[in-house]
């Protein structure tokens, strides 16, 4: 914990605010967990290696997803949904395993993912008196994050130097708090099974986010290690029961990001400027895909898993902005604001030292307003929504930024990154130019919609073309489609880069200098203000309330815990659990049509399967996306169930925490079993998991 | 012609410019045929008997399409995407038409359409001196607009009360002339035959604008006074052997709107904010219709069409936003504009009178991107998407309207508009609650979203609640889903509008004198301006391209002409016709899915049909949205095609001709005949098109 932290609470602890936390909120920190919570509410402590044990067999996919170590051979569990990026570049237009299921029943069949990268928390060290001591109170915005930013690249190499091991440091508390993790980097990680999307994702984008449900959205890989299936760090064994009603269990997994502790205006800026402009790009995107699969059987597949992903976002966007819009929501959030801000504002010396931050934070809102679209398109990249481009950056960035010192480089260049950099780069993921093509017309022309035909950027980006035809001789002229190509101008370092008349390169090349100053401006004008005034407003908090709190989410291995239950949704109870029945009576409800229609397998397996088992069920745990994926463990650290999604309700968890409606929705491990043994005719799979035989 | 046009001429044909026509460029008045160009080019010159005919023939629908009488007994043919409307209200849950089909082969069992209006074009009549004349050279913009629209008023009502029919006056070359249309109305429309949706619009959204093409675009109306089958004006009798290639042809039909006209500035206001911020709000829609249509086949049902509307607008939109951001077509249009203001330049007589035209019409931009999203939104009524919202705001406004003289009304509630309001108002097409509350509560949102919740309108409009839960309260508490309701309304004018307790009605009223200011500052710093500046352009026009030409599209009757003839695509030559037995292939090649799977009917008929007869074929017209159902005549006046569509090349004729690829996309008769003998086995409505029988 900072010393900041404790200075302050000495003044403040006075204050009288009622407990913050509700029922059973929280993200919590591994090394922070809520003991005292537990054993008041629900009479149970984990103990030390009870929590190192779900620690380290917790994983987290680089992809944006959770999972689990499940047996001693190295199986990971996670979502089908997480698993779909390597299921669908695995498979092609002759054999789709996306539509058909994959299953290796032998170790020789399972297939190796060419991009991903799996990592385990090792450790976790606290570098905040470092990072924070590397910023005098006489620098400048800009002078700050360099420094900053030195400190943190200087961490991050030294730790990976001493322990090869994977160092990242991660900022807490919007900058109160700087920890050090340290995780074990898998990237051999070969595909064991993966059951239908049409179970996998039952009901589709109609019933993603809501309950009841009857998802089998489960996959599994196997990570190795020198071509031999790993021994992982620790790993959990399935209980074939599963979740009971009532029954205490906690999540361990990745929530990718929450917004409690923002500010009222920054949360006014999110629902009347960032959402609605970021919602009109994920509906453009969805249409853009959805007509280019519509044309072909071929297209649906190439396009499928980033259409998922702009529908997904869509939906969980729009939860959250519906939240944002709802007074009741965010009038009780400007009452919590204002008792604190009355806090502060009665002592003399805590409105010096902190009474700004909001006014700092408004000040940021305002700088990043002024360069949102510039920097969102052009250093973020929104304006060439291209695969082929990405590369490009990278390319070009890296040749620039090696040649300097570790310290000084852009923070996703320092050596720390590398490894994980070269494996996105150098991927072998199949590159198809039509899709290619359009995805960059339609963001050439939000470019010039947004920036104006007579921006700088749009004279240079076009060079007096159309999008569309920009695009066509974009994506026509580039070589990085192959990867010998990529590897060649890796080699050749800067002067390979410079001296390349390949267009994509040359267009990345062009666009730099002006992207990398809206990338300084960002730092300086936007994230360097927030930091400073966030990390007041959090040691402002952690006085206010305690100690006994947790950060917003930022996609790092966290610690949740509730009960299952039901709940009840415009007068009815809604039940804690669906069976595995459901499934075909909601398939016939529908009239078996897309996206209701069962796979074959599924239909054949009707009468072997016991239609009472449990397929999914709901829990309160404070989840969100990023967790998809996470096991769901009982106070033996036994998997009774696995995260893939969360209801409607949950999706203002961003936010804030509530827990009258929102609920976790998982599947059921008795549900996996039963369908591993009955449909998929799984046994050696269903043997691994239960112990009773390795493969 | 106006008086302005002739004096002009004089001073400027001098002015050398070339001959702005290209091809078969034009969507000629009936009162001003390209006779000169046809007779030059095709050595054929329509007299005017056979353009009376064609024009008496022809009917508007008042849902935005086109159509002609093909019996002597009052049978309309047109597209089935023009029907849906009809088709689509009178169909249930239990008895889907559009589905399914329909066929009454008696008289009785054809089935009346409650919204459906249809105008016939009797007479023209040049106003332009009297409405010109109306407005004096000292008025402001808001006195010129008012003593415009009291002549205008004026004039229809004249007009209605001479001759009973409808009297609308139309502003062409954007304010240059004026001419009073006289039309025909018919409101007893029963719905004679509809094909499956599936043939109907084979290939869906996908193949929408495209070419090749197999669809069967077809349905038959039959249109009805006193009860019984109407004797057209005039009717065109259907040629068995369809159009053939090379040949030449006419389109006689209601093109919607064209900006060809536009100033260079203009057309830059369209591309870089009206067609993005427009594009944005129908993909948005889609995105929402489309969520709420895969919850449930009836709920797919209940929105397709509207669903099937936002998918036409944004291909089409962005097909035209595709021109204009091409820097090739803008240069062409730069160009062209470029040379008529030199020539104005170059005679200080018309750089006096003429000169300051184009910078009227930028600061009229400049007034309406100040007010465009809160007119848009509460004036446009984008903000309430909800069809009882519509019918709340005309309740609200006719009983206000009503109360002042005819000649100083809203344009819309003017005498000669009431009894096409009332058919609309008093409609008995179902309203369904549930998707109501689904677009109201997304347009509430945009609402905040485009303006901020601390905007007036926004804070009226939501009352301290969510657009969610304002959306359902506004819906479940509206009594305006009963006819009865809205009848009692109307007839009891002011007061009872005023002491109504209905939410919708308060809310109409409570949004209406913002509304209404929104209004007259469009029409003041906007609308009038544009007017007068427009005129200004298009005499200037008249003088230096000479008089040979047309006005921009106004959904008002047009002749097109071109041949009948492919084109070359990416190197590949395109035929002129596709053939029945292509529809099969095309089902075969996409794997029957949807929208490439034919209906049963049609697999069913498969041997009986000459698979070489032709379906679709393509020709050089001048035609655009709102042509939709036009009949494609022979020079004998014959019918020989129904245009449909148009290619993906055509989409920028809204800003500019070119025949280079751009076509119209047409069912060919030959295969209209072969489908309704062989798959639907319509031998009565077969004869009566070919006058061997009339039932």
């Known amino acids: 914990m900072s010393k900041f932290v404790a200075r302050l609470a000495a003044v403040v602890l006075t204050v009288l605010l009622t407990p913050a936390l509700r029922a059973d909120e929280g993200m919590w920190l591994f090394t922070h967990p809520p003991q005292r919570l537990l054993r008041e509410r629900y009479g149970f402590e984990p103990d030390a290696k009870w929590l190192e044990r779900l620690q380290r067999a917790s994983v987290r996919f680089n992809n944006g997803g959770s999972g689990s170590f499940v047996s001693p051979r190295g199986l990971v569990m996670t979502n089908h949904h997480v698993g779909l990026d390597c299921i669908q570049h695995l498979s092609t237009a002759e054999k789709d395993y996306v539509r058909d299921g994959f299953h290796a029943r032998r170790l020789e069949e399972e297939k190796a993912c060419p991009e ?193 992903g702009y529908q997904n976002s869509r939906k969980a966007r729009l939860g959250i902005l519906a939240g944002l819009q709802d007074p009741a929501l965010m009038g009780r959030k400007a009452e919590r604001e204002e008792r604190l801000r009355e806090a502060v504002r009665s002592k003399p010396e805590l409105e010096r030292n902190y009474g700004d931050a909001w006014r700092q934070v408004e000040a940021s809102l305002e700088a990043h307003r002024k360069i949102y679209h510039e920097h969102f398109l052009l250093e973020r990249g929104q304006a060439f929504n291209s695969r082929l481009f990405s590369i490009a950056r990278h390319l070009v960035r890296l040749a620039e930024e090696r040649r300097k010192p570790n310290a000084e480089r852009l923070r996703d260049y320092g050596e720390a990154q590398l490894e994980s950099l070269k494996q996105e780069l150098f991927s072998e993921a199949p590159v198809y130019a039509d899709l290619e093509t359009v995805k960059l017309a339609d963001s050439l022309s939000l470019l010039a919609e947004r920036l104006g035909f007579d921006h700088e950027a749009v004279r240079l980006v076009l060079a007096g073309k159309s999008p569309a035809e920009r695009a066509a001789e974009l994506v026509g002229g580039t070589k990085l489609a192959e990867v010998g190509v990529r590897r060649a101008l890796e080699a050749g370092g800067l002067e390979a880069i410079e001296a390349s008349r390949d267009p994509m390169i040359e267009l990345a090349r062009a666009v730099d200098p002006l992207a990398r100053r809206l990338r300084a401006a960002y730092e300086r004008d936007v994230e360097e203000p927030q930091r400073q005034a966030y990390a007041k407003i959090a040691e402002v908090g952690f006085a206010a309330f305690g100690a006994h709190t947790y950060p917003d989410a930022t996609f790092t291995l966290r610690l949740a815990f509730g009960v299952v239950k039901g709940y009840t949704e415009q007068g009815r109870p809604i039940s804690w659990r669906t069976q595995i029945g459901g499934a075909f009576e909601r398939a016939e409800a529908q009239g078996h049509r897309e996206p209701f229609a069962l796979p074959e397998s599924w239909k054949k397996a009707r009468q072997r399967l016991d239609l009472s088992v449990p397929f999914n069920f709901v829990s309160t745990p404070d989840i969100i996306g990023g967790n998809s994926g996470s096991p769901v463990v009982n106070r033996a650290g036994e998997v009774v169930g696995l995260i893939f999604d969360g209801n409607i309700h949950s999706l203002v968890l961003d936010l804030m925490y509530t827990d009258e409606q929102a609920r976790a929705v998982s599947v059921h491990t008795a549900g996996i079993l039963e369908a591993l043994r009955k449909v998929y005719d799984a046994q050696g799979l269903v043997a691994e998991l239960l112990g009773t035989k390795t493969r």
Chains 1, 2 share one sequence.
Not at 137 to 166: C, D, F, Q, V
Not at 199 to 208: E, K, L, S
Request: cysteine-free; aromatic content about 12%; proline content about 5%.
């Open 116 to 308: 991903l990268e799996l990592n385990v928390l090792i450790s976790i060290e606290d570098v905040t008196a470092r990072v924070q001591g590397a910023v005098k109170p006489e620098m400048g915005a800009e002078e700050a994050a360099k420094a900053r930013r030195a400190a943190i690249n200087e961490i991050e190499k030294e730790s990976l130097e001493k322990t090869g091991l994977r160092s990242d440091v991660v900022t807490l508390y919007g900058g109160a708090w700087y920890h050090l993790y340290r995780s074990k980097r898998y990237t051999d990680v070969r595909l064991v099974f993966a059951p239908e999307k049409a179970i996998a994702f039952f009901g589709g984008d109609p019933d993603n986010f809501e309950y009841p449900r009857y998802n089998l959205d489960v996959t599994f890989f196997r990570v190795y290690e020198n071509g031999r299936p790993v021994e992982p760090p620790a790993w959990l064994r399935l209980n074939p029961q599963g979740a009971s009603e009532g029954e205490l269990v906690f999540v361990s997994g990745h929530p990718g990001r929450t917004e409690r502790l923002r500010t009222l205006e920054h949360l006014k800026f999110y629902r009347d400027f960032v959402y609605p402009a970021l919602l009109d790009l994920l509906r453009r995107r969805e249409v853009l895909l959805r007509t280019y699969s519509e044309k072909s059987a071929e297209n649906a597949r190439r396009a499928l898993e980033e259409l998922f």
